[in-house]
């Protein structure tokens, strides 16, 4: 790549398609395009802003090697990819992208949902097998939706835009969250239950939407999935490390559970072969956001922030500050 001279916004991801070659920033500032996974992060002084994918790290590390930086404009809603603490440590301002990819998770998020109840992955096994013997009354018979519970597991923004999927298609929903939501009552009919364990145990399906944190981290262990209602669903669209893989592709094994549909892993790319072979198992990578019109947006928002806050004004969509 040809040495670029001046102020720099560095773009730690295949973004060109959504940027355009160039994109315009405040001060006549230069992109650096750094295509992830190939190497490390550059470490440089003239670097003022940090686009990078959920899937680039930006610790303690990361951000000595960019003592000029003022702003990282994560290209995703969660940014548990990012060391805060570090962040407010050096002064750098810290966005994501809500709002601009909700409809495209929820919709993903509801595509699972349907895939598992109706048992898609090994229907779509039978048929391309081309040993299909013909229509037959008990066929693969899947779980109807209509009247069973969902619970959604927080009822942040995507959480609510699944409850109001879920109940155009009769579902009765259920939310477990810090605080109650008026949007998921409202918007879904939710009702708030008071613990994961009365959640647990009245949803025929649960639907995944915290973020990770080291509180959410392994919240759907052994335990928790054991108590699950008999040949229940699991759903999970919001980050892997919420759920202990290992138990969960037991509880499929055993068909304890009745199936799960999976867009997120606890370490990406990998995606356990058990997981994969799992007929009950729908797995997807990491697709909650890939439609063309959330990725532009998701684009247009986190540039909006770097030249917001290059040009001294408020980030529009920081994350709250570790200390808060
Ligand atoms: C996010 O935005 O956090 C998603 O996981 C990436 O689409």
Redesign the pocket.
């Given at each position: 790549m040809a040495e670029i001279s001046g102020r720099l916004v560095l773009v730690a991801g295949e973004l060109h398609d959504l940027s355009g070659p160039e994109p315009e920033w405040p001060g006549g500032r230069r992109t650096l395009f750094h295509p992830p996974g190939s190497s490390p992060l550059p470490r440089r002084a003239d670097v003022d802003a940090l686009i990078p994918l959920?899937s680039q790290t930006v610790g303690e590390l990361e951000l000595t090697g960019l003592p000029g930086l003022r702003v990282v404009a994560n290209?995703?809603?969660?940014?548990d990819n990012i060391d805060l603490a570090a962040a407010e440590r050096a002064a750098v301002v810290v966005t994501?992208?809500p709002d601009v990819?909700t409809d495209a998770?929820a919709d993903l998020a509801m595509t699972l949902v349907l895939a598992a109840a109706r048992r898609l992955r090994e229907g779509l096994d039978l048929a391309r097998s081309g040993e299909w013997g013909g229509w037959h009354p008990t066929q693969l018979l899947g779980i109807g939706l209509g009247g069973r519970v969902l619970g959604i597991l927080g009822a942040g923004r995507i959480g609510t835009a699944t409850g109001r999927r879920a109940a155009a298609f009769g579902m009765d929903v259920v939310y477990w969250s810090r605080s109650r939501s008026a949007a998921i009552e409202a918007e879904a009919g939710g009702r708030r239950v008071e613990s994961l364990g009365d959640l647990l145990s009245m949803a025929d399906v649960v639907s995944v939407h915290l973020p990770f944190t080291p509180a959410t981290r392994h919240l759907l262990d052994a335990p928790a999935l054991a108590s699950m209602k008999p040949g229940a669903i699991l759903v999970n669209t919001?980050?892997g490390s919420v759920v202990e893989q290992s138990a969960l592709a037991a509880a499929l094994a055993s068909g304890r559970l009745a199936a799960a549909g999976l867009d997120?892993f606890e370490n990406e790319p990998e995606i356990p072969a058990v997981l994969r072979s799992l007929p009950n198992c729908v797995v997807l990578p990491?697709l909650?956001?890939?439609t063309r019109e959330?990725r532009q947006a998701?684009w247009d928002l986190a540039a909006a922030n770097v030249r917001a806050v290059l040009s001294g004004e408020s980030a529009l969509t920081p994350v709250p500050a570790a200390s808060d």
């Open positions: 959920v290209y995703g809603v969660g940014y994501n992208t990819l998770t919001a980050r997120v990491h909650g956001s890939a959330a998701m």
